[in-house]
């Protein structure tokens, strides 16, 4: 869509609502088209196109004839879109239900759902206005969705197209291509499925995401039917959890204090013979081999698998994939602009009417807002917002006079709107819009301070009468389980929040290896997933740090106030890393599916690569446990710069490698 048929658009959008008896081709063609090109099949196949567009945005288009004529004949035939198409109906909320929906709204994490849920607020904001409300103190639950396919399988899930990609099965550990309709996406024991018809098998599978190995490629020509209010959540409650079993690991004496805290018991002297000196021989308890195999090789010669043997397997494959990567020619590439988001898709037409008609309602309900603010609201620059305000000021009714247009102001640097062509509603959710909120409104039941009070319930229930059929597809989506695991340590961090209170803590730090004695003033708490973490001033390297509370070894009060006036670090949500100036700049390339390490690292710059990589610059504090960081990838990521890093990373795998015989 060019920007010429944007306004196109716009216009035949405005005239259609703005007639009562609605209008003939012959009369859109003249004064909305200003066609005259004589050529009647080309305008015809351009008008169809047309309001297919609008259908496609959710606006009925009806067609009206004179009683006895029939709708082909274009001479008799009108066109009107009714007031009430596909209009938001009115939703009120009190403050309470406002906080609600603002912390489901930023659940999702960079992911497309993320920006579909900031659409659905700005759209609930321009129906209602937005309450000044305050989000609950130092809590921020996050979800993190699996990667680049994650986004990829929820836009074709609700376009309806098949999608093809590379799977590595669990029975067989073989790679296979599967042709799938995605009927669902959710969340269980820690990993995202995918759950549809599988068409090579022709049977319902589940898929795990981080199983995928390719590239997601949607089939979007053809089309298939889900079933009838299929609900992910309830399938993946059906789906059983792999039993425990027990894996023979031979580890470095005196290393990982971490993984021995969680051994069964020792090993030595059993059926599995006798470890090399300087190790010792541990039994761990697991359930999914792959999961540990990643932790395993992450420790590259200081841990050694024994048994079973698809454990074993696993890790090699993995550490023998980041072997082969770290091999690879270094490609050629240039870094983009750094101020650039690397996971900004291409702006098109589609995307800014979309966004227009977002923002006239926004607007009419929001007068006299800063430009600046409106644009930081609607996630473009300043540049892009006038543009939609030059295009928006030269549309409305047909051939009309100046009070037909559509009148907005900003000399001033505030915006007016003061003729509104009857614009003055937001459009209904889409789907994805509806799923982003009502699957974040599910996901905070977990939560026991906002599950308890009815604001929760009742904000629910609102949406699902405003999403209509959109909502009813809700189903498709499941987050995770976002309680944490110890509500006591969770209450206790609150608490200290809430009262400016000092804490003491014992950490395990896995990075370093070792365990630490800390006081801290805690300032808020958030989580990705079911991993929660808090964010602290810490007063042993006076400043602020973020610790895993499932790593928390000790924690109480130490009868002291917070003696610093330290905020939480700006921004929402908070990062996990907080950049210092004698951090160290690393080049890593990235593959496709590792490609979303440039996100939870927060890249500075990054460079695209022909086959769907990236190469990305990524500050880092501690680089000692990068090598680490690699092996633990498989194949998914490598260093590039500095060469001493890059040479630290290659000989720590070779080591790991040579441990399991080559």
Not at 499 to 522: G, K, N, T
Not at 561 to 569: K, V, Y
């Amino acid at each position: 869509m060019s920007a010429s048929r944007t306004e196109r658009l716009l216009n035949l959008l405005i005239a259609l609502l703005n007639t009562k008896y609605g209008l003939r081709r012959s009369e859109l063609r003249e004064k909305v088209y200003h066609d005259t090109s004589g050529n009647d099949v080309a305008f015809g196949r351009m008008f169809e196109r047309d309001k297919n567009d609008l259908r496609q945005f959710g606006f009925d288009v009806e067609t009206v004839t004179d009683l006895g004529w029939s709708e082909d004949d274009p001479a008799t035939t009108r066109y009107r879109i009714g007031k009430e198409s596909n209009r938001l109906p009115d939703v009120r909320l009190s403050p309470g239900e406002w906080t609600v929906l603002l912390l489901a709204s930023q659940l999702w994490e960079r992911a497309a759902l993320g920006a579909a849920a900031q659409n659905a607020l700005r759209k609930l904001q321009a129906s209602g206005g937005l309450s000044d409300v305050e989000l609950p103190v130092g809590v921020q639950p996050r979800i993190k969705p699996a990667g680049r396919a994650f986004d990829e399988l929820v836009g074709a899930m609700h376009a309806q197209h098949p999608v093809t990609f590379s799977y590595l099965a669990g029975s067989t550990g073989n790679e296979e291509l599967r042709t799938v309709e995605p009927w669902g996406l959710g969340s269980r024991f820690g990993q995202w499925y995918l759950a549809g018809y599988d068409r090579t098998r022709q049977a319902v599978r589940h898929f795990r995401l981080s199983r995928i190995t390719s590239a997601v490629t949607v089939r979007d020509k053809e089309r298939y039917s889900p079933p009838e209010n299929f609900n992910i959540r309830e399938v993946l409650a059906r789906l059983p959890e792999l039993p425990l079993r027990t894996a023979v690991v031979d580890v470095k004496a005196g290393r990982l204090v971490g993984l021995r805290q969680r051994a069964a018991g020792s090993a030595e002297g059993g059926d599995t013979g006798v470890p090399d000196a300087g190790y010792d021989r541990l039994e761990l308890q697991f359930r999914d081999a792959e999961v540990l195999a990643e932790e395993l090789a992450s420790y590259g010669p200081d841990a050694l698998a024994v048994s079973p043997e698809d454990l074993m397997a696993a890790v090699r494959r993995r550490l023998r994939a980041a072997a082969d990567f770290c091999a690879a020619p270094v490609p050629e590439f240039r870094f983009s602009d750094a101020t650039a988001a690397r996971t900004a898709r291409k702006r098109t037409s589609e995307d800014q009417l979309k966004r227009m008609l977002q923002l006239v309602p926004f607007l009419v309900h929001n007068q006299g807002l800063h430009i600046q603010d409106v644009a930081q609201r609607f996630g473009v620059t300043r540049s892009e917002l006038e543009d939609d305000l030059r295009i928006l000021i030269c549309s409305g009714l047909p051939e009309g006079y100046p009070d037909d247009l559509l009148d907005i102001q900003w000399e001033d640097d505030h915006v007016y709107i003061t003729q509104d062509l009857d614009l003055t509603r937001p459009v209904r959710f889409t789907v994805e819009e509806a799923c982003a909120l009502l699957t974040g409104l599910e996901t905070l039941n977990g939560l026991p301070e906002l599950a308890e009070g009815g604001a929760l319930e009742s904000v629910t229930l609102k949406l699902m009468a405003a999403a209509g059929e959109e909502g009813l597809r809700a189903g498709s989506l499941a987050g995770p389980e976002v309680g944490p695991a110890d509500s006591a340590i969770l209450e206790l961090i609150h608490q200290a929040i809430a009262e400016r209170a000092q804490l003491h803590l014992v950490y395990l730090s896995p990075q370093r290896d070792r365990f630490s004695e800390r006081d801290v003033d805690p300032l808020r708490l958030y989580s990705l997933d079911n991993t929660w973490y808090f964010e602290a001033y810490c007063h042993s390297v006076q400043g602020l740090r973020n610790f895993r509370l499932d790593r928390v070894q000790e924690l109480r009060p130490n009868g002291k106030q917070a003696s610093t006036n330290m905020e939480p670090a700006e921004g929402f949500p908070a990062k996990l890393f907080t950049p210092t100036d004698d951090d160290v700049t690393v080049t890593v390339q990235l593959t496709r599916q590792g490609a979303g390490l440039a996100d939870d690292y927060y890249a500075e710059r990054t460079a695209v690569l022909q086959d769907g990589g990236l190469v990305a610059e990524i500050r880092f504090g501690n680089t000692a446990w990068l090598p680490m960081f690699v092996a633990q990838h498989g194949g998914t990521v490598r260093i590039l710069e500095p060469v001493e890093l890059a040479d630290s990373a290659r000989n720590w795998i070779k080591a790991s490698l040579d441990r399991y015989g080559g």
